[in-house]
């Protein structure tokens, strides 16, 4: 069959000297004849050691011959993995930082990287590591950075144009699998840019150069002059710090205040804690997914009693200040930020549209919540109730979704502008919706208001 | 013939040797991307020495003020 030509997740395949395998449910890192040598060197400089023991490398075994001649290294699970489409912006920026840490590091013990792609960072229970091995190579002194393309156009372009241009910008990553293209970003960056110098030379200079070499018929390769390690670490250097001090844009997003203006008195909105609460310490899920998270409070409840929990929310501001806050933190490495429009959540793109898998794949979970979420799909958005029903399914075999009524001020606010045309939206209509994909339903009125809490579980298959 | 043949992968062989960049990078590195490095790295030793002129010629005023007109 085709598509288990290619492997799942963003993993390497396009290189000779190995990449990424799954067998089962274990994953490897395979390295062919073409690997071995840089393989050794990797581990037996230290390198690889010292990478792990510091949590900036995905941790793993011994390699093992196989009957093939390739060896096959066996690597620890990914929990949940995400693109950089999704990420939130600090993510973003903290990838940046470590891909540049590891050059360094690197080069102190003789190796260098292949590449720079932004696949070979993953969140890895609460901390960025890097979790591509293949990358790591022999450096030879003057050798060019062969990942510098790939750095700007998945790194840099992007963070430049989210931080100085309009913080959507990411999402054209989903359309450019191999970085924003150099010129493309030159274009959409504010003129202003010119002035700074790193912009003025990683993407306005590196774009005039690219396009004036590119087209030629000369078939000999190009007289390129060496670069001298001293030099390539101060480059380094120098990014790192731009890249390290880079902000995020300091808008106030529409959601972020959202718990300022709600129909909750506090103790309706403390007795909504105390549910959800409850709910999943009964239920135990191992994985949850909370669509709608915003500024999380729900999705660290989750995180108590569960090992993973992927909080998804459609405004940028509202991710990024999440991550901010679950960064470094302890309790937070069990949260995975993301940004997802469910009404267009991540498709499956790249090669055979196989190469990245479609969010809704990816975040399969135990429990789904959906907390004050269903009025802005059904009435916001115009879904019909039972595809709301229908994402739930997809997703979990359990669900705790929250039933705002019309006479709550966010839905009168929905339809401030509007005619009420939604008649079946209403607590029947959602658990006649609900009711064709789980058997099971129990409600649990939350105290002081008119909202409910819904657990739905016993999927129908 | 044979000649011309061997002094060719003569050649291609030096060259192998000399190329500045790794021979088994899968990766296109791209010849603008290349070919502008070296000035990149240039630019910023540049700017980093001037930064570093910049703040010893600060921390003399600092200095300075700290002690005083003699």
Redesign the interface.
């Known amino acids: 069959m085709v598509s288990s030509e290619v492997t799942p997740q963003c993993l390497s395949f396009?290189?000779?000297?190995g990449g990424a395998v799954r067998i089962g449910d274990a994953f490897y890192r395979r390295i062919t004849a073409?690997?071995r040598e840089?393989w050794r060197r990797f581990n037996d400089s230290g390198l690889a050691g010292e990478l792990v023991a510091d949590g900036l490398l995905l941790p793993f075994g011994e390699a093992v011959k196989q009957p093939s001649g390739d060896w096959l290294a066996p690597v620890e699970t990914l929990e949940f993995v995400s693109y950089s489409h999704e990420w939130a912006f600090g993510q973003f920026r903290d990838a940046a930082v470590l891909t540049l840490e590891l050059l360094l590091r690197a080069l102190e013990r003789g190796m260098?990287l292949?590449?720079a792609s932004s696949c070979n960072v993953q969140r890895h229970r609460g901390r960025t590591v890097f979790v591509d091995h293949g990358s790591f190579?022999?450096?030879?002194e003057?050798?060019?950075?062969?990942?510098?393309?790939?750095f700007?156009s998945h790194f840099l372009g992007p963070l430049l144009l989210m931080a100085r241009g309009d913080r959507r910008h990411q999402l054209q990553l989903r359309n450019f699998p191999d970085g924003l293209p150099l010129d493309y970003v030159a274009r959409a960056l504010p003129r202003r840019n010119l002035f700074s110098?790193q912009a003025l030379?990683?993407i306005y200079?590196?774009a005039?150069?690219?396009?004036?070499?590119?087209d030629?018929t000369d078939l000999r390769?190009?007289e390129?002059?060496?670069?001298p390690r001293k030099?390539?670490q101060?480059?380094l250097?120098?990014l790192r710090e731009f890249l390290a001090g880079l902000k995020s844009p300091a808008e106030s997003g529409e959601w972020s205040d959202y718990y300022d203006h709600t129909s909750y008195s506090e103790a309706s909105f403390l007795d909504k804690q105390r549910i959800v609460r409850e709910l999943c310490r009964e239920l135990a899920p191992r994985r949850v997914v909370d669509l709608g998270a915003n500024t999380g409070v729900f999705s660290r409840i989750a995180a108590e009693e569960s090992e993973v929990v992927i909080a998804a929310d459609v405004d940028f501001p509202a991710v990024d200040r999440l991550y901010g806050q679950l960064r470094g933190s302890v309790d937070g490495a069990r949260i995975y930020p993301l940004q997802q429009d469910l009404c267009c959540p991540s498709p499956g793109f790249g090669v055979l549209n196989r190469e990245r898998l479609p969010f809704l794949e990816r975040a399969r979970a135990d429990l789904a919540l959906g907390l004050a979420l269903v009025h802005h799909l059904a009435i916001g958005s115009n879904w019909p109730l039972p595809l709301v029903g229908a994402l739930f399914a997809e997703l979990a075999p359990a669900a705790v979704v929250e039933f705002v009524p019309k006479s709550d001020i966010q839905v009168r606010r929905l339809l401030r502008t509007r005619p009420d045309i939604f008649p079946e939206y209403g607590r029947a209509g959602l658990l006649a919706a609900f009711g064709r994909y789980y058997r099971r339903v129990k409600a649990f009125p939350i105290a002081g208001s008119d909202r409910e809490i819904f657990l739905f579980d016993g999927r129908i298959q | 013939m044979k000649r011309r043949i061997f002094w060719s992968a003569a050649a291609a062989a030096v060259?192998l040797f000399f190329?500045?960049?790794?021979a088994?990078?899968?990766?296109d590195?791209?010849?603008?991307?290349?070919?502008?490095?070296?000035?990149?790295?240039?630019?910023?030793?540049v700017?980093?020495f001037f930064r570093q002129i910049r703040g010893w010629i600060c921390s003399l005023f600092r200095k300075g003020s700290r002690h005083g007109k003699l």
């Open positions: 396009r290189d000779p000297a073409a690997g840089d260098t292949k590449d190579t022999v450096y030879r003057g050798e060019v950075w062969a990942g510098y393309r790939q700007v110098l030379v990683h200079g590196h005039w150069f690219q396009k004036r070499l590119q030629t390769p190009p390129i002059r060496p670069l030099r390539f101060t480059l250097l120098s | 060259g190329f500045p960049w790794n088994w990078a899968y990766l590195p791209g010849a603008g991307s290349m070919a502008i490095q070296a000035l990149a790295a240039a630019v910023f030793t700017a980093v």
